[in-house]
T-cell receptor, first 113, second 113 residues
């Protein structure tokens, strides 16, 4: 069965520091991977996704993620975080049947000054 | 274009009471989903509807029923609420079952006493 493991439940960092949120997946079929962000008291929003092609995908607000097939990982990175990046981040993989997404348990990113 | 809307935003029930959570999307999406979000558990799929007229169980369907009323609306019903159903419920929709972006509603925070 497919699964997603987010290796850190909480990541505290200082403003302008780099950050990496780790995500590993298990899947035996073609992989479609997603990162969603949830700001406090809001729904989830798509941050970025990997469908095919270049293994490095970027978001409009400076995040990037790299699909690594050999390590079955899709880690999310940002070279310099802002206070406004404080949120919960979810990694997800499309299920084998193509009918739904399987989410990880989430990583809370807390950025302080 | 409101996207995905959910009502109510908040609800408090007593054990044994029933209620229906409403969800509607105006993006002409085919597939709709109900998730619950609990601390440390991520999002878990309750039910989904791949297309109008069809519904399928997800990971945690027990205690819930759904109705795909038409292409726009997908409701979630708790027939006899239990404290274990205290959670935040999210509705989501997607154009098709493939790797398209899944859009989320703002959530319903339900407390069962």
């Amino acid at each position: 069965a497919q699964s997603v493991t987010q290796l850190d439940s909480q990541v505290p960092v200082f403003e302008e520091a780099p950050v990496e949120l780790r995500c590993n997946y298990s899947s035996s079929v073609s992989v479609y991977l997603f990162w969603y962000v949830q700001y406090p008291n809001q729904g989830l929003q798509l941050l970025l996704k990997y469908l095919s092609g270049s293994t490095l995908v970027e978001s409009i607000n400076g995040f990037e993620a790299e699909f690594n097939k050999s390590q079955t990982s899709f880690h999310l990175r940002k070279p310099s975080v802002h206070i406004s990046d404080t949120a919960e981040y979810f990694c997800a993989v499309r299920n084998q049947a193509g009918t739904a997404l399987i989410f990880g348990k989430g990583t809370t990113l807390s950025v302080s000054s | 274009n409101a996207g995905v809307t959910q009502t109510p935003k908040f609800q408090v029930l007593k054990t044994g009471q029933s209620m229906t959570l409403q969800c509607a999307q105006d993006m002409n999406h085919n597939s709709m989903y109900w998730y619950r979000q609990d601390p440390g558990m991520g999002l878990r799929l309750i039910y989904y509807s791949a297309s109008e007229g069809t519904t399928d169980k997800g990971e945690v369907p027990n205690g819930y029923n759904v109705s795909r009323l038409n292409k726009r609306e997908f409701s979630l019903r708790l027939e006899s609420a239990a404290p274990s159903q205290t959670s935040v419920y999210f509705c989501a929709s997607i154009l098709a079952g493939g790797p398209d972006t899944q859009y989320f509603g703002p959530g319903t925070r339900l407390t069962v006493l």
